[in-house]
């Protein structure tokens, strides 16, 4: 006698009960996502049958992104992307995931410049060319440098810029914050520099410590390291009239919107937006 084949509803609960013994973040959406991954559809097709039976072959392709992500590989990791302000984007462990706070850079520099205007900007820490390709996206007439220190990553920026058909606007250039430009005019200057401080890795989930990378995480000791040479860096190279925009930690703004005073002389506006939490994430200056 034959052994009926488990529905999908049965698969869905069964990942989903493992899942959540694993103690992975959102176990149920997890669960839903790897095994649309697994059949090549999406989360919507699941719905719309979940009463088929699965057979050992489709069973086969599930079974090994259930382990891995029991493991606590982020969704993102196994799904090879990530969605960052409506546009899709490849990711792997040689970048930081693209989180929604960072989408607030981007509705930032839409206050400062109109869509049709002609400027020059620099991504700092570009990572996956989440920033980058976006604001080249929305900016038909803007050009940028994107800087960072990781190989690896600048390959993931130099695909995603392709894939959204705006590399020929784009130089990658593997470096140290922006130590390797000579005196520039740049219009705007974006990062999202590592700011984590090492002792604080007790404050991130096992996904985040365990699988992104380190050198994208911590900013030394207490993640502030890299601000001073930053922050000269663009004193250097930022065109008069030149704007700033500068993810950090909450806790670090009051510190950041102090060097900003000391580093420039001249007179500098600086504003600090809340993220989708309600925290301050956002440096926005103006220089004179």
């Not at 302000?85 to 040689?94: I, K, N, R, T």
């Not at 002609?118 to 996956?128: L, N, P, R, Y």
């Amino acid at each position: 006698m034959s052994v009926a084949s488990p529905t999908l509803r049965e698969i869905l609960d069964k990942c989903t009960r493992f899942l959540t013994e694993k103690r992975v973040d959102s176990p149920r959406l997890s669960a839903e996502l790897l095994v649309a991954e697994a059949l090549g559809g999406s989360r919507l097709d699941l719905f719309l049958d979940l009463d088929k039976p699965l057979r050992e072959p489709e069973l086969a392709r599930i079974r090994p992104l259930l382990v891995r992500r029991g493991s606590g590989e982020p969704m993102a990791y196994i799904l090879g992307r990530r969605e960052f302000y409506g546009l899709d984007f490849h990711v792997s462990p040689e970048v930081l995931i693209p989180r929604p706070d960072t989408e607030l850079g981007i509705e930032r520099a839409l206050t400062m410049f109109s869509r049709d205007e002609c400027f020059f900007f620099a991504d700092v820490g570009t990572g996956s060319g989440a920033l980058a390709t976006t604001l080249l996206t929305l900016f038909p007439y803007a050009h940028c440098i994107a800087t960072d220190i990781s190989f690896g990553a600048l390959r993931v920026a130099q695909n995603n810029l392709l894939r959204h058909r705006v590399g020929d606007r784009c130089l990658l250039v593997q470096g140290n914050l922006l130590g390797h430009l000579g005196p520039s005019r740049l219009d705007l200057i974006v990062a999202n520099l590592p700011y984590i401080g090492e002792r604080n890795t007790a404050s991130l989930s096992r996904e985040v410590l365990d699988f992104e990378p380190h050198l994208a995480l911590f900013g030394g000791a207490d993640g502030d390291e890299l601000f001073v040479p930053f922050l000269e860096d663009v004193q250097r190279v930022v065109a008069p009239g030149g704007g700033l925009l500068m993810e950090v930690d909450p806790v670090q703004v009051p510190g950041v919107c102090h060097l900003l005073q000391w580093v420039f002389s001249r007179k500098t506006e600086i504003g600090v937006y809340k993220d989708l939490g309600g925290h301050e994430r956002y440096i926005q200056a103006r220089f004179a």
